[in-house]
């Protein structure tokens, strides 16, 4: 049996508080993957169960059928599984109202963007769905450019903004939830490069109607396995195929810049800021500095999952400093933002071994992340006179990784970076890619001495 409306479950399953049926929809969230259903739409649940109204979520797969099809025959209903080693706490959440798919039904989703009930829309579409170059700014082969059938996240938006404009529908927020260093001024930038080259009117209407408060999130969300979905259903009675497991952690840092009303998000403890920014460098440089090292050093001892990595002795002494030393000596935290006690609550959190998260999850798309994770903590310690010594042992892990030797490299960037080692091999991988003339060169360029940690740390195979 499948889970879905009517179903009985355990009595120490938390149920919605609120009537689903009598919510319309004021979210539409583009890139409803796990992490979105455990993090985002959990805050909009707590919401709703003390007492807003009207926000429920439109979910938006951009590509996929997958997600619809888990949900539709669930009536949207799914649970969140917290785990930390100390026993399952389950919750069923009523936030998701219904699930498109872009690719099948643009037109769907721009009238979704476009319905009077919608205020908000947000976005969880990893550093690739925003179409950067490699130096940050749009990427010139963003297929909308010029207008035609939406088929990015720009295409999307700017067609469902234009008939708001049209209808006098009224502005939107427009919250990017991605690891993006300003993640609400990179959204609101590159919509605007692709508004004023479409409809200079339209970028001048949603500079004045609409905003994009940047935001940090944070939650440990791997991806379930059939064998966790095969334990939820022993626990719960019912197949839920929309299952999400997640860490009990959960915080969601918001600049205060709406363009309307709001959720009461604050219920389920999200905290809205003035300035975001030391929040989220925190996050960036030392969260998910450490995951991207421990999954690339991890993978090439033979480790599998984050709990396993970082008790390995070496690769945590080093992850340690990373964090503690060079990550949280490249900026300065907010009055009363306590990084030692955040480095040691992390990796208390990588400790735990009932998540099994995969590196090789954290390990995708590694071109899109590094420049924030690693890069701009290389600069910022030069810039000060330190040194990173443990970034730049992880950056030569990442250097092997993407050769490709005996795995498939996840990345947009594959082909080209596997281009780099074929053509200037061990020697010159380095320089290739961090030199004076290298891909990251606007990013960060390696000196001689870094030049040299880097390449004596490659694997010699």
């Known amino acids: 049996m499948r889970l879905g409306r009517g179903v009985v479950l355990p009595a120490d399953v938390q149920r919605p508080a609120y009537d689903r049926d009598a919510q319309e929809s004021g979210i539409v969230h583009l890139g409803i993957g796990a992490f979105h259903r455990a993090h985002q739409a959990v805050y909009t649940d707590d919401a709703m169960d003390a007492g807003d109204r009207d926000w429920a979520i439109t979910g938006v797969s951009l590509r996929s059928p997958e997600m619809r099809d888990a949900l539709a025959p669930q009536d949207g209903l799914y649970t969140v599984t917290e785990r930390d080693g100390g026993g399952d706490i389950t919750r069923l959440i009523g936030a998701v109202r219904r699930v498109l798919v872009a690719a099948e039904d643009p037109g769907a989703v721009v009238a979704a963007i476009a319905a009077p009930a919608t205020r908000i829309v947000s976005l969880t579409v990893t550093e690739k769905g925003y179409w950067r170059a490699s130096d940050g700014s749009l990427d010139p082969a963003l297929p909308d450019l010029a207008g035609g059938k939406p088929i990015s996240i720009f295409g999307f938006l700017a067609d469902g903004l234009a008939r708001r404009r049209d209808a006098g529908a009224g502005g939107l927020t427009l919250i990017s939830c991605d690891n993006l260093a300003g993640n609400g001024r990179q959204l609101e930038r590159l919509l605007q490069t692709v508004l004023t080259a479409r409809d200079p009117a339209l970028a001048e209407w949603v500079a004045e109607n609409c905003t994009c408060p940047s935001t940090m999130v944070d939650r440990i969300v791997p991806a379930p396995t059939e064998a966790d979905r095969t ?11 929309a299952a999400v497991i997640a860490e009990p952690f959960r915080q969601w840092i918001i600049a205060d810049r709406f363009a309307g009303d709001r959720p009461r998000w604050e219920a389920g403890g999200a905290e809205f800021v ?80 009932a998540l099994n998260h995969r590196l090789a999850q954290i390990a995708m798309d590694g071109s899109q992340k590094i420049p924030q994770r690693w890069l701009e903590t290389l600069a910022a310690r030069r810039a000060a006179g330190g040194e990173c ?28 970076l596997a281009a780099c080692w074929q053509s200037a091999g061990r020697a010159g991988v380095v320089g290739a890619l961090f ?27």
Request: hydrophobic fraction near 45%.
């Open 389 to 416: 010594p443990s970034i730049l042992r992880a950056l030569a892990a990442w250097v092997d990784y993407v050769r490709g030797e005996g795995h498939t490299v996840d990345d947009p960037d594959a082909g080209a």
């Open 274 to 353: 003035t300035d975001v920014a030391p929040y989220e460098i925190a996050k960036l440089r030392m969260l998910n500095g450490a995951h991207s090292a421990l999954a690339y050093l991890g993978l090439a001892r033979g480790h599998v999952f984050v709990h396993e990595a970082v008790a390995d002795p070496a690769i945590a002494t080093l992850v340690e400093r990373l964090m503690r030393d060079e990550a949280a000596g490249s900026f300065v935290p907010a009055p009363g933002q306590d990084l030692g006690r955040y480095a040691t609550a992390l990796m208390a959190r990588f400790a735990n071994p």
């Open 435 to 461: 030199g004076e003339h290298g891909r990251f060169a606007k990013r960060w360029i390696a000196s001689d001495a870094e030049r040299e940690a880097i390449t004596a740390s490659l694997a010699t195979g």
């Open 231 to 241: 334990a939820i259903a022993a626990r719960l009675g019912v197949r839920d195929e």
